[in-house]
Structures are given as C-alpha cells and as structure tokens.
C-alpha cells in the first residue's frame, strides 16, 4: 500500500519501486531484463505539460528520461502511466497506458 503522507512524486515513485521489485522476482527473463531497462533511464519525477488529441493539455510527471522519440509519464488524474511521442509541442498521448514497465516495454 502507498503511504498517503507521500507528496506526489512520492507515490509515484512508490508505484515504480513496486512495479520493478515484482519485476525482479519473475520467471520471464524478458519482465526481469526489461525492468533492468527501465531502471537505468529512470528519472525523478518532474512535472511536464502532455498534449491529448483535440487540443487538451495536462500537467502530467515525467518518469523517464526520453531516447528522443519516447518518454513515459504518470497521468495523476487517471492513475496510470502513458507512453507519449516527443514533438516540437512536448510530450504527445498516443494512447498506450497502463503499468510503467508495459508501457515502457511496448516500444
């Protein structure tokens, strides 16, 4: 359970360890090397304003550092991760969501 005392980046930060400590005790060496993975491009989180189709922005938390064409943020007011596009306007949904490590393994 995620202390509610935590700030924001605290929780999210606590949903990330939880996802990579489950990860690291799977029998898929594929889970295992993937969270590997993502802990090495994994950053704090900081906030990033994420653009939706139709025009809509959110203040979203970057959890990863982006290759370039990638990133993964955490949409707080779904409560869930997003996998976005980097464009020349910032971060772009492209409607993959879910887990951290799922949506960091689709790519």
């Not at 606590?14 to 295992?32: K, M, P, Q, Y």
């Not at 949409?75 to 799922?102: K, Q, R």
């Amino acid at each position: 359970m995620i202390d509610p005392d935590l700030d924001i980046a605290g929780r999210i930060d606590a949903l990330i360890d939880a996802e990579l400590a489950e990860a690291s005790r799977s029998a898929d060496r594929i889970t295992r090397r993937t969270a590997r993975a993502f802990a090495q491009v994994r950053r704090v989180p900081r906030e990033v304003t994420v653009n939706f189709s139709g025009g809509i922005t959110q203040r979203c938390w970057s959890v990863a550092r982006g290759d370039g064409t990638y990133r993964v943020v955490y949409l707080p007011t779904a409560g869930y991760f997003s996998l976005c596009v980097e464009s020349d306007f910032g971060p772009l949904d492209i409607g993959v969501h879910g887990p951290a490590l799922g949506c960091f393994g689709s790519v």
